[in-house]
């Protein structure tokens, strides 16, 4: 069967809630190497103390943002907004087209409930999602 993201349109509109920048149950914002490398110029820090501060290596060698004390990603600022927008990682800038979000009716429906912005607004043209759902398979490799 097609997914579902060809059966139907899907609607989205990012609010800035932020709620997908929070860590927790599990949720991990995973990044390679190049997109550290990329991170780390575009804030101009020397790699050391990116590293340290910025990024944690997990026990089965993935490498993910760090988070703060409330769990919100590391870059994420007060305001509410990413601070490294420009040179995020694809995980963030495909959400919430993920192949296993987008692909059955029944997990793009539960993801709503995390993400207001699913179902709210335009239609998103399928041509765009096809393109966000290749970056994130590409990425996920
Ligand atoms: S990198 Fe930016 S967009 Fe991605 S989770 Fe962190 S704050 Fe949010
Ligand atoms: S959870 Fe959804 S609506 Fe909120 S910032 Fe993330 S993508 Fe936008």
Redesign the pocket.
């Known amino acids: 069967m097609r997914p579902f993201y060809e059966r139907q349109p899907l609607r989205f509109d990012c609010t800035r809630c932020g709620r ?2 929070v860590a927790g149950g599990g949720y991990y ?1 995973f990044l390679d190497e190049n997109e550290a490398e990329e991170i780390r110029a575009y804030l101009n820090l020397s790699r050391s103390w990116f590293r340290r501060r910025y990024l944690i290596r997990l026990q089965d060698g993935d490498l993910v ?1 760090s988070w703060q004390g409330d769990g919100r ?1 590391v ?2 600022d007060a305001g509410g907004e ?4 420009p040179v ?2 694809v995980q ?1 800038r495909t959400y919430p087209f993920w192949p296993e979000i987008v692909s059955r009716q029944t997990d793009w429906q539960r993801e709503s409930r995390r993400c207001e912005g699913i179902n709210r607004g335009e239609e998103v043209p399928v041509t765009r999602i096809r393109k966000l759902v290749s970056a994130g398979r590409a990425r996920q490799g």
């Open positions: 997908c920048c914002v943002t990603c870059f994420l990413c601070g490294i927008y995020r990682p963030c």
